[in-house]
Structures are given as C-alpha cells and as structure tokens.
C-alpha cells in the first residue's frame, strides 16, 4: 500500500520534547475495492482466459476440423494434472492495432503436467488468437517454459499451430525464435523433444521442430514449409497447395522431416503419450521398465520359418521383431520414409530397446542415403537417451547407381557408420541371413564395437555375393571353360563353401554365436541383463565432426 503523509512546511524543523509521543501526521488511504469484488473479477478473468479469446475464433477453430488449444491439452496430459503458467501473460507492443488488442496469453498457452505419472512440460500455440503467430511476449513465455523443462530434467512436448513469426512486431519476434533455437540445442541430447504439428507451422516455426527428437504431423491440417505456396509460385512459376508442398503426407514418407503421421489430432496425441512412456526423463536416467506376462524363456518357433533360405527370397522383418518383444508391441519410428530400413522402441523383457532392422520387403534391405539418415539419427537418439540397441541383420550392400554416388551416398552411408561407433549403449548384432560388404560393417559389426553378435544357423557374411565373387576371382576359368554356365555354377558353390558357411564368421570370433532362430528371444534378453550396467567413457573432446 502507498502512504501519503502531509507534512507541514516551515523553515525550521518542529522541537519535539524528549519522551513525547510523537502523534502521526494524516494520512491519505487509496480506496480499495472489496476483497469479494477482486475475487470476482479474478474469477472473470480466469473464464475469459479458458475460453479464449472470442466465440466466433473458437467456432474458425472447429471450422478448420481442430481442436482448442486446451482441448489438446486435456488429450495430452493426466486428467486434472496440468498446471499453466503466465495464462495473464499479454503483450506491451503498440502501432498497427496491437494496442487495442490483448488478448491474455498472448496466442501461447504453457505449464507442465503428468503422462502416465510422469512430470512433462509443455506449450501449445492458440491459433485463435493472432493466428498462433510468436511475438515478444509469447516468446518469453516459451523460453521461460523451456528453460524450466531443462532444469528439472523432464520432456519438452510443443504442441504448434501457428502462422509464423508476428509481422506487426518486427525484429523482435524474429529474435524470439532465435532463443527458442538455442535452447533446442542446448536441451539435445539432455530431455526429450516432441513437436507436435497440428497446423501451419511456416518460416522460421518450421526449425524448432527440425531441432527436436521426434515431429508428429495430423493429415489435412499439418504443414511445414519454410517458404509457402504463394512464395514458391512467385519465385518459380510452381503451382502447388499447402498439403502438397508441406503436408503430412510429404514429410512422412517423402522429406522425411516427420517421424509420425496421423489420421486426426486424438489418434496423434494417444500416440505422443504412448512414446513418452518408452522414453527416460532426461539422460541421466534409464528409460522406465515395465513388468511383463511375456515369458523371457518364450521359444518363438515361428521365427523358423519366416525368413525364407533363399537369400532373393522377400519377408517382412516386422514380422520377426514382432516375435522377439514383449507381445509383440514395436513403435515404428518413421516408418513410411526409407522403408528398406525399420527403426523402432520396443520392450524385451520389460526393458526398452531400440531396434535398427534391414527390410527385405522394400528394396531388398539395401542400404541408400535415406536409410543410412534414417538409422543414424535414431541410433544417435537411443544413444544420448541410454536405450541399448539391438541391430537385425539382412543386407546386400549399399545401393549402386550414379544418383546415389553423386547425392552423397560415401557422407551419408557414413552417418550411420560414425553413429555407430560413437554409441557407448549397449549393442547387440543379429545377423538373420546374409550380411555383404561394407553394409555388414556399418550395421553395427563386432569390428565397430558391437558388445555382442550372434547369427542364425542360414547366414552368410562376406564382401559380396558369391555369384558376383565368383565372377570376379574365377572370371579367367569360367571363360575358358567349354561350359561357362556349369563351371560357373561349380565356382559359386566353391566359394560358399570355402567363405560363406554359416560358421566361417563365428570360427574367427566375429560373431560370438550361430543360435536356433526360435531361441533368439531369451538370448537376446540374457543378454540385454547382462549389458545393462555397461560404462564405456568417449575420449575427452568438445564434441566430434561427424559427417554432414
């Protein structure tokens, strides 16, 4: 409270006698409206924060087929269990009508909550109010939202429905997004990062999902780009929709930028709960266990037949990583982009696990310059986030062909390999049929610093095909033959059983074991246990130069 004291003005201070009481000057009090009426209009306040800032934005909102920002929130968290903060928040800029519109959290809503238990932090873009668009005070508030998710250790979900940066604040808002960049970097490798793109996320809101560990995408109402169709049209003469340019669908399974796609916003966010559950607070801890009715000792005798002998011979690897985890539950991690490589979360004997798997199905499992990113960024994830990795094995090699060699595939083939080699998790190798060339050294061989590798009794590893062996050692023989095809086909066989017999590998300790497939599941878990308390310490440097 402020006090007003008239006090009398003479030249000479006024004797007071000693041991007198000295009797207060009046004093003015500022009137003071009831504590009930504060309380009532704290109430108003609060009801016009929940419903946002008009009526006819909500019904836009459902317009457009989405859901309210808090409707997201209540899909997100426990119930009951989410908490704002600065929901008072508004912004302090003027000109261009700023001034006489300040709607309270500023387009930002913000706070932490619980999913399955567990704290998570979050912010989610109201597109109701200057269409989700970040400015100085909605900035601070993420920042602030952020920088809290960092300190106590917990995920970062982003829940992004916005137009971008806010025109009418200028320079500022830009540089809004610049503190939201840095402190990306600076919580990776450290908490988990979930964007959620539930709407436009334009400019520069496209690169703070770029920096995160996992982007979900809504089909129809999702997209990223960094310049929109207007743009593009204008500079290129390209005619393109929103959905085409920057849909869900494009970056699921074209650009790769999205790791999940789905159909409607319920679906998604189900999802993103369900990810938080494999995923550990932040890297200083193991990610949560979970018990299991799935015997460890379970013998999967399907596993027997679904990879046929025949090395040409397609069979989807889903399948048999769906035989190894517990119930048969795998969260495939982009699994429509670079389908001939399968990344996923799992759980073997209630502990997670991440898998890298070569596909069959698609291209053979040939590893290309998608695949080898696709892998490399999730081996790195699983690594900074103490998830052990386990690698399945059915490779021909590297994809040939000049649009490869001339796109990188030499830098991005070694993503995976520096991946790899820079993972101090634990890492288990299983190589289910043939392993070739290069592609066996990058998918996590013993000679990179796999802890273990077993081997299905049909395995094959050698530098390449025996037919393409054949052809190269034995080319002078099979032309001077008065049958080329039979002595070729005599060669061939020559080679398998000289190189490329199941022991040839396991009797050089390159590979620890050769396994009966249907007992897989209880050997990986033994020795997933044993693994488990592994310390193995990088060399003392700022950081490495991995490849571009």
Not at 220 to 241: H, K, L, N, Y
Not at 254 to 279: I, M, T
Not at 391 to 419: C, M, S, W
Request: proline share 6%.
């Amino acid at each position: 409270m402020t006090v007003l004291i008239d006090t009398p003005v003479t030249d000479r201070p006024t004797p007071v006698r000693p041991h007198a009481p000295v009797l207060p000057s009046p004093v003015q009090v500022p009137v003071q409206a009831p504590a009930g009426d504060r309380l009532a209009e704290l109430h108003r306040i609060r009801e016009q924060v929940a419903a946002g800032p008009s009526r006819r934005a909500t019904e836009a909102q459902r317009a457009r087929g989405k859901l309210t920002v808090r409707e997201r929130l209540e899909l997100l968290f426990d119930e009951g269990s989410f908490t704002e903060i600065e929901p008072l928040r508004r912004h302090r800029a003027q000109g261009f009508g700023l001034e006489d519109k300040k709607p309270y959290g500023d387009g930002v809503v913000t706070g932490w909550g619980t999913v399955h238990g567990r704290t998570v932090f979050a912010f989610a873009h109201d597109f109701r109010a200057f269409g989700g668009s970040l400015g100085e005070a909605h900035a601070q508030k993420i920042h602030k939202i952020m920088d809290l998710a960092l300190d106590a250790g917990a995920p970062l979900v982003s829940l992004s429905d916005g137009a971008g940066a806010r025109i009418q604040e200028g320079v500022t808002a830009l540089a809004g997004y610049g503190g939201i960049f840095q402190r990306n970097v600076r919580a990776s490798g450290v908490i988990p990062q979930i964007s959620v793109i539930l709407g436009p996320a334009a400019g520069g809101a496209a690169y703070s999902p770029a920096l995160t560990d996992f982007v979900f995408m809504v089909e129809d109402t999702a997209q990223m780009f960094i310049t929109g169709p207007d743009v593009v049209q204008a500079v290129t003469g390209e005619a393109v929709s929103h959905n085409q340019l920057g849909g869900a669908q494009v970056h699921g399974s074209v650009s790769g930028v999205a790791h999940f796609v789905h159909d409607n916003e319920a679906d998604c966010l189900a999802e993103v709960r369900y990810l938080l559950s494999l995923l550990p607070a932040n890297n200083r801890e193991a990610p949560p266990a979970e018990p299991t009715d799935d015997p460890v000792d379970r013998a999967a005798d399907r596993l027997r037949e679904l990879v046929p002998a025949n090395p040409n011979q397609a069979y989807d690897m889903a399948e048999v990583i769906a035989e190894l985890v517990d119930d048969g539950e795998l969260l495939q991690v982009h699994e429509g982009w670079a389908r001939n490589v399968i990344v996923a979360l799992a759980r073997i004997d209630g502990q997670v696990v991440g898998i890298v798997a070569n596909q069959p199905q698609h291209f053979a499992g040939v590893l290309d310059i998608s695949a080898s990113e696709k892998a490399a960024r999730f081996v790195q994830f699983c690594d900074a986030f103490n998830i052990p990795l386990v690698t399945l094995v059915d490779v021909p090699g590297f994809l040939p062909g000049v649009d490869q060699e001339h796109n990188g595939i030499i830098r991005h083939g070694a993503k995976l390999l520096y991946a790899y080699c820079n993972a101090t998790v634990p890492r288990i190798q299983l190589i289910l049929r043939k392993a070739y060339g290069g592609a066996y050294i990058v998918m996590d061989s013993r000679s990179i610093g796999a802890d273990l590798s077993y081997a299905w009794p049909g395995n094959e590893i050698a530098v390449m095909g025996a037919e393409g062996a054949a052809n190269v050692i034995f080319r002078r023989d099979i032309n001077a033959a008065d049958d080329p095809d039979a002595m070729r086909a005599q060669k061939i066989e020559e080679y398998k059983s000289e190189l490329m017999h199941p022991y040839y590998a396991a009797e050089r300790g390159l590979v620890d074991d050769v396994i009966d497939p249907a007992e897989t599941r209880e050997v990986l878990a033994r020795a997933l246990a044993m693994l488990r308390a592994k310390y193995r310490a990088l060399p003392s440097r700022k950081h490495g130069n991995q490849p571009a």
